[in-house]
């Protein structure tokens, strides 16, 4: 069922309801007035006879004795006169004797020869007065007038039901606007949809959709991106590990070794580069990571520092503990993050130079800030901001350019900040600020320090 008949139905329904409970209120009143009115004309025409009958000359009553005055009838109305004996005195209809004799004074109904009758019985100077209608001209009546009522009902609702259909027609045009609008659109456009003129109520699914192309021309960006990041950065270990594999196939003995040794680190800084456009793509695509364990401050550190190069594991300089805190972040992205902060330490430090990792817990407790320093001949204050884009090399023979560009990614993706300074004495020093989960003790988290007597630390 179309919105548009929906509309009318639910709206047409409750206006007839309500329509109908207003005629059926107004024809039960109009019923009650009409017939207390036709009562009060009764009870006012013997009150008339009553009159008329008191201010009669003496020589009208001493007929009257003798036989009874004839009042001229009207058509549905019967009056009858008794005197003090009980005697008729005046009447409009001689064959309405048992309809118009003289009982308890008031209202009554009546019924003769299968004909209803609305007796009025009134006493005055002795004299009964007994008027009737006909139950049938009072029926009459009130179909008349329940006809002109319910006309003007009945056209006033018909018309209400157009101009409700004429309404629910125009107020919708707006999505009809819009449906003919996206039909009319390229499969391939990724503009926004014109939100000019368009009522606050469809605004919001305007909005959402407009939002919705955003977020699916950013898809189309990040893998066209990928893509091209792809094509570029794989084309040359590939070509270096095709060169090394013919050059090991022509010559013999330490050369073709040689040549193969080669091919095998093509291979392995391929993978490495892959893993990392992988990542990246992972981490820029929104994909769901699972939360898995807790994402602890300590173990984060710990695994971070596994997965570096075990043979470089005596450069760090660690503190005693670290911060029992829980991260805000999903655990695979914390550790990914610092790993490469890690690596980039050691591959761009001085050869044998320690490499400082430390944390410090901002004032309001809210976040985190793993920090890494090497000792190595650092880069320019120009290049700084540069460090963190996509195969920016600051050696174009080292590394492939995407470890810092992941990191940024991931800090930017949880809502944290990744920044480089040069500290005096030489070197770089990377700042990966992670949020904290809140309203958790250090016992509620499952947080605990990395190894026996160590204690939390605001800063180390």
């Not at 019923?31 to 009060?40: A, G, P, R, S």
């Not at 192309?213 to 091209?228: D, G, M, P, S, W």
């Not at 350019?401 to 992941?406: R, S, Y």
């Amino acid at each position: 069922m179309s919105l548009r008949t929906r509309l009318v139905l639910t709206l047409g329904v409750t206006l007839m309801l309500l329509w109908g409970l207003a005629a059926a209120w107004l024809m039960r009143d109009l019923y009650q007035q009409v017939e207390t009115t036709l009562d009060q004309r009764l009870a006012q025409s013997a009150r008339m006879v009553a009159g008329l009958m008191a201010q009669l000359p003496v020589d009208v009553w001493e007929q009257a004795d003798h036989r009874a005055l004839s009042i001229p009838p009207i058509e549905g109305l019967a009056c009858q006169v008794h005197s003090p004996r009980g005697e008729i005195i005046a009447r409009t209809h001689t064959d309405m004797d048992g309809i118009l004799k003289a009982r308890e004074p008031g209202h009554a109904y009546r019924e003769e020869g299968g004909m209803t009758w609305r007796v009025f019985t009134y006493e005055r100077d002795g004299l009964t007065i007994t008027t009737a209608d006909r139950m049938d001209e009072r029926d009459l009546l009130m179909r008349n007038v329940l006809e002109v009522a319910v006309v003007p009902f009945v056209v006033a609702l018909a018309g209400s039901l157009l101009a409700l259909w004429a309404g629910v027609v125009r107020g919708l045009r707006p999505l009809d606007r819009l449906r003919e609008a996206l039909a009319r659109r390229d499969p391939e456009a990724l503009a926004p949809v014109v939100t000019h003129g368009v009522p606050s109520e469809i605004r919001p699914l305007v909005e959402t959709l407009n939002q919705l192309l955003a977020r699916i021309q950013q898809a189309i960006v990040r893998e066209q991106h990928f893509t091209n990041d792809a094509a570029h950065e794989l084309r040359t270990p590939l070509t270096a590990i095709k060169t090394h594999l013919q050059v090991a196939g022509r010559v013999e003995g330490e050369a073709s070794r040689q040549a193969l040794a080669q091919a095998e680190e093509g291979v392995a800084r391929l993978s490495r580069t892959l893993d990392q456009l992988l990542m990246l793509a992972r981490v820029e695509g929104r994909l769901h990571f699972e939360e898995g364990e807790a994402s602890r401050a300590d173990d984060v550190v710990e695994l971070a520092l596994r997965d570096a190069s075990a043979s470089d594991r005596a450069r760090f300089t660690l503190p005693p503990a670290w911060p029992e805190a829980r991260l805000a972040v999903p655990r695979e992205l914390a550790i990914t993050a610092l790993r490469n902060l890690l690596d980039n330490a050691l591959h761009h430090g001085s050869g044998e130079g320690p490499v400082e990792v430390s944390s410090r817990l901002d004032e309001a407790g809210e976040a985190l800030t793993y920090r890494v320093r090497d000792h190595g001949p650092g880069v320019d204050d120009d290049q700084l901001e540069q460090l963190p884009r996509r195969f920016w090399r600051a050696s174009r023979r080292q590394g492939s350019g995407l470890g810092l560009a992941i990191v940024a990614a991931i800090a930017e993706r949880v809502g944290g900040r990744l920044a480089f300074s040069r500290p005096e004495g030489g070197g770089l020093e990377a700042r990966l600020t992670l949020p904290l989960k809140q309203g958790l003790r250090p016992s509620e988290s499952g947080a605990g320090t990395t190894g026996p007597g160590r204690k939390p630390a605001r800063d180390q």
